[in-house]
């Protein structure tokens, strides 16, 4: 059952939220829920940055299970409690890891042994198997793994929070940009925003303002003359029409380039590549990243050839380190909270990092920061309270058009 917040006392600490993606919403109800007051502000509409805009992937953690343990066993978790706290939010349709040659072959100890050490329930297949389970696949595959993916609708799964938020209380507000944060006396005591609905500028003060603007963090950090170690890394992504799978299929060998058909409605959008810019902003679609895409993605099921194509885009992951230009595939998919009282400003928190898949554990790990920061002794009860339908977001949320 939703078991609906207390709505925060006029007294209660405020919070300001910049941010309107996953994490920012994530963190709006785990803090609502902890008697916070809280305002959100997104510059556009909920969800339009990397949130509405990734594949919709339900992370087992079998793709990091080699590489980047930490992101693995925060997947694997994450995608337990989310099957539980959003109900009917995803397909339970499971994935599978193909391996096409020797090489790939290579990594399937690795990624068994991986699996098994961050907690992955897998189930080893013949070739027959899968193909049973998924006729289209390429009939050369020498083996396959079974792991528990699962696919989500990307924007709806986090319109829960941002629902199941504002009936506890929360103040949401898309089209309202942050232009500078406000500071007094060395800390940060609030932002400087502009309704893109009325044209009208303001401050908005705040206890404590959190910075959950995922690849723009780096931006919003700036305003307060402090550093977030982001790297905006881009993947390009390509909807095929027609379902060619039904299960998430993914190449057994270490993350590269259109190796991930995920299964969305009725079409098939494989993925993904991997570069880093200096502005999430100024993000292209480069043709030869698109062909890459059919390319590598027909090696798994030859159908992705022929497929009839319905859209290409691409959106940036907001990374935890150095803007190197090879460095996208290798930095780590975790996440990070930074006081920035540790670099001398009060008053400002960065969330960032993650998957959507951790967007509840980022706002856990988040929200008792703040809690602390704040003298507040209310622990995080997002693991076991039941979001409201993603319908209830239209409801709950005024009226805001553009
Ligand atoms: C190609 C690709 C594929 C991916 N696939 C998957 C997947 O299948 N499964 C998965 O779990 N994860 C996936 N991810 C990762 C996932 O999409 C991100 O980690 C997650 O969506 C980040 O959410 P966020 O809320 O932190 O950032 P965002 O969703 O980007 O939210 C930040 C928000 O801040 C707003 N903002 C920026 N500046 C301001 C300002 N000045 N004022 C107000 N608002 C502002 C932006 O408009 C934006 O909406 C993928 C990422 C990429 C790039």
């Given at each position: 059952m939703t078991r609906s917040a207390p709505?925060?006392?006029?007294?209660?600490?405020?919070?300001?939220?910049?941010?309107?993606?996953?994490?920012?919403?994530?963190?709006a109800h785990d803090l609502t829920l902890r008697g916070i007051r809280i305002t959100l502000v997104e510059r556009g509409e909920f969800t339009s940055g990397t949130t509405g805009r990734h594949h919709g992937l339900l992370h087992s953690g079998a793709r990091y299970a080699?590489?980047?343990?930490?992101?693995?066993?925060?997947?694997?978790?994450?995608?337990a409690i989310l099957r539980a706290i959003c109900p009917g939010s995803f397909e339970e349709n499971d994935g599978l890891f193909v391996a096409l040659t020797d090489e790939d072959m290579e990594y399937y100890d690795d990624l068994v042994e991986g699996c098994k050490a961050c907690g992955i329930p897998i189930e080893e297949l013949a070739p027959q198997e899968a193909l049973r389970m998924e006729p289209l696949l390429n009939p050369e595959l020498k083996a396959a793994i079974r792991v528990p993916d699962a696919t989500m609708d990307?924007?709806?799964m986090p319109l829960r929070f941002f629902a199941t938020a504002k009936h506890g209380g929360a103040t949401l507000y898309n089209f309202m940009e942050v232009l500078d944060v406000v500071v007094d006396g060395g800390a940060v005591t609030g932002a400087t925003v502009r309704d893109h609905v009325t044209g009208s500028v303001g401050d908005i003060h705040a206890d404590l303002v959190v910075n959950a603007t995922g690849?723009?963090?780096?931006?919003?950090?700036?305003?307060?003359?402090?550093?977030?170690p982001i790297s905006p890394s881009p993947g390009v992504m390509l909807a095929l029409r027609g379902r060619l799978c039904n299960m998430v299929i993914n190449r057994m060998h270490r993350s590269g380039d259109?190796?991930?058909?995920?299964?969305?409605?009725?079409?098939?959008v494989v993925g993904t590549s991997s570069w880093t810019v200096e502005d999430p902003d100024e993000l292209d679609v480069p043709e030869d990243h698109v062909t890459r895409m059919r390319v590598e993605g027909?090696?798994?099921?030859?159908?992705?050839?022929q497929a009839g194509f319905r859209a290409a885009w691409s959106a940036a992951r907001p990374l935890i380190g150095s803007k190197d230009a090879e460095a996208g595939r290798e930095l780590s998919r975790t996440f990070k909270t930074i006081d920035h009282a540790g670099e001398g400003v009060e008053g400002l928190v960065t969330i960032t990092g993650g998957k959507a898949t951790t967007l509840r554990?980022?706002?856990?790990?988040?929200?008792?920061?703040?809690c602390r920061k704040l003298g507040i002794d209310r622990p995080c009860?997002?693991?076991?309270?039941?979001?409201?339908p993603h319908t209830a977001f239209y409801a709950e949320t005024e009226r805001r058009l553009a």
């Amino acid at each position: 059952m939703t078991r609906s917040a207390p709505r925060a006392s006029r007294d209660a600490p405020h919070v300001l939220i910049v941010g309107g993606g996953g994490t920012g919403g994530a963190l709006a109800h785990d803090l609502t829920l902890r008697g916070i007051r809280i305002t959100l502000v997104e510059r556009g509409e909920f969800t339009s940055g990397t949130t509405g805009r990734h594949h919709g992937l339900l992370h087992s953690g079998a793709r990091y299970a080699v590489n980047d343990r930490e992101s693995a066993i925060e997947c694997i978790e994450e995608n337990a409690i989310l099957r539980a706290i959003c109900p009917g939010s995803f397909e339970e349709n499971d994935g599978l890891f193909v391996a096409l040659t020797d090489e790939d072959m290579e990594y399937y100890d690795d990624l068994v042994e991986g699996c098994k050490a961050c907690g992955i329930p897998i189930e080893e297949l013949a070739p027959q198997e899968a193909l049973r389970m998924e006729p289209l696949l390429n009939p050369e595959l020498k083996a396959a793994i079974r792991v528990p993916d699962a696919t989500m609708d990307a924007m709806r799964m986090p319109l829960r929070f941002f629902a199941t938020a504002k009936h506890g209380g929360a103040t949401l507000y898309n089209f309202m940009e942050v232009l500078d944060v406000v500071v007094d006396g060395g800390a940060v005591t609030g932002a400087t925003v502009r309704d893109h609905v009325t044209g009208s500028v303001g401050d908005i003060h705040a206890d404590l303002v959190v910075n959950a603007t995922g690849p723009w963090s780096e931006k919003i950090a700036r305003m307060a003359g402090v550093d977030v170690p982001i790297s905006p890394s881009p993947g390009v992504m390509l909807a095929l029409r027609g379902r060619l799978c039904n299960m998430v299929i993914n190449r057994m060998h270490r993350s590269g380039d259109g190796d991930i058909v995920v299964p969305q409605r009725a079409l098939s959008v494989v993925g993904t590549s991997s570069w880093t810019v200096e502005d999430p902003d100024e993000l292209d679609v480069p043709e030869d990243h698109v062909t890459r895409m059919r390319v590598e993605g027909a090696k798994l099921i030859p159908a992705v050839a022929q497929a009839g194509f319905r859209a290409a885009w691409s959106a940036a992951r907001p990374l935890i380190g150095s803007k190197d230009a090879e460095a996208g595939r290798e930095l780590s998919r975790t996440f990070k909270t930074i006081d920035h009282a540790g670099e001398g400003v009060e008053g400002l928190v960065t969330i960032t990092g993650g998957k959507a898949t951790t967007l509840r554990g980022m706002a856990e790990l988040c929200g008792d920061v703040i809690c602390r920061k704040l003298g507040i002794d209310r622990p995080c009860s997002t693991r076991s309270v039941t979001t409201l339908p993603h319908t209830a977001f239209y409801a709950e949320t005024e009226r805001r058009l553009a």
